[in-house]
């Protein structure tokens, strides 16, 4: 049925949740971080929730790159004083180069890549940074299994809206009724593609409701994928 996959990167294969985590953890021990919070655990607690928001604001258009760059950090750092932007800056550029290095995929990505990639053509469509990107794709061993990565700055615009889908379908000569979608954001990936005309497969690992329409498809586990498509 479907010739082409687009799949997202950051939480669907490559363990984004763990993988950053761990780079906070570095960074809050090689900065000192415990001057301001009582443990890591403290500090990831602030930390998180503005990340999400920020991200969820850069989806929408509402702030851009640099604005979500710099506030990750100074929305936790700032009400202890630290409002050097130069520093947050650097303190950024280094987590983002620690985090290509870490190569924890979501389980069961190798397997579903290797049944995937003999019986279509697969991309990567991503909101992520493309200073990054793609070394945590190499690094990780994803790689090799993707004719492309298509990222939302190379088409000017963020998932969910529609012209980034039709940005990656016109690139990867992908017609719409022939392409799946296959991501765990709800917004991004799944009302972003059924927007574009693009079949759904919602990676639910949490077994979250749906929300005002049911997906193509919904899955908990990699694995299940398999049993579908």
Same mark, same amino acid.
């Given at each position: 049925?479907?010739?082409?996959?687009?799949?997202?990167?950051?939480?669907?294969?490559?363990?984004? +949740?763990?993988?950053?985590?761990?780079?906070?953890?570095?960074?809050?021990?090689?900065?000192?971080?415990?001057?301001?919070?009582?443990? !890591?655990?403290?500090? =990831?607690?602030v930390y998180f929730?503005?990340?999400?928001?920020?991200?969820?604001? +850069?989806?929408?258009?509402?702030?851009?790159?640099?604005?979500?760059?710099?506030?990750?950090?100074?929305?936790?750092?700032?009400?202890?004083?630290?409002?050097?932007?130069? !520093? &947050?800056?650097?303190?950024?550029?280094? !987590?983002?180069?620690?985090?290509?290095?870490?190569?924890?995929?979501?389980?069961?990505?190798?397997?579903?890549?290797e049944y995937l990639?003999?019986?279509?053509?697969? +991309? &990567?469509?991503?909101?992520? !940074?493309?200073?990054?990107?793609?070394?945590?794709?190499?690094?990780?061993?994803?790689?090799? +299994?993707?004719?492309?990565?298509?990222?939302?700055?190379?088409?000017?615009?963020?998932?969910?809206?529609?012209?980034?889908?039709?940005?990656?379908?016109?690139?990867?000569?992908?017609?719409?009724?022939?392409?799946?979608? &296959?991501?765990?954001?709800?917004?991004?990936?799944?009302?972003?593609?059924?927007?574009?005309?693009?079949?759904?497969?919602? =990676?639910?690992?949490?077994?979250?409701?749906?929300?005002? =329409?049911?997906?193509?498809?919904?899955?908990?586990?990699?694995?299940?994928?398999?049993?579908?498509?």
């Open positions: 049925m479907y010739k082409s996959l687009f799949i997202d990167l950051d939480d669907t294969l490559w363990d984004t +949740y763990h993988n950053n985590k761990e780079c906070l953890e570095e960074l809050y021990g090689d900065y000192r971080f415990d001057r301001f919070y009582p443990s !890591f655990e403290a500090f =990831f607690a929730p503005n990340n999400l928001r920020l991200w969820d604001e +850069y989806r929408r258009g509402i702030i851009d790159k640099p604005t979500l760059i710099v506030e990750r950090f100074l929305g936790v750092l700032r009400p202890f004083g630290l409002t050097d932007t130069a !520093f &947050i800056l650097k303190m950024n550029d280094d !987590f983002l180069q620690r985090t290509t290095l870490k190569t924890r995929v979501v389980p069961g990505s190798f397997e579903l890549l990639r003999p019986k279509y053509r697969l +991309y &990567i469509l991503s909101n992520g !940074f493309r200073e990054v990107q793609e070394q945590k794709l190499r690094n990780a061993g994803l790689a090799p +299994y993707f004719d492309r990565m298509i990222l939302s700055e190379d088409a000017g615009i963020n998932k969910p809206h529609k012209r980034i889908f039709d940005y990656a379908l016109i690139n990867t000569n992908s017609r719409r009724k022939d392409t799946l979608m &296959i991501g765990d954001s709800w917004e991004a990936d799944v009302a972003g593609a059924r927007g574009a005309g693009i079949d759904q497969l919602w =990676f639910n690992p949490e077994g979250l409701p749906a929300q005002g =329409f049911e997906p193509t498809f919904t899955v908990r586990s990699l694995k299940e994928i398999r049993k579908i498509i």
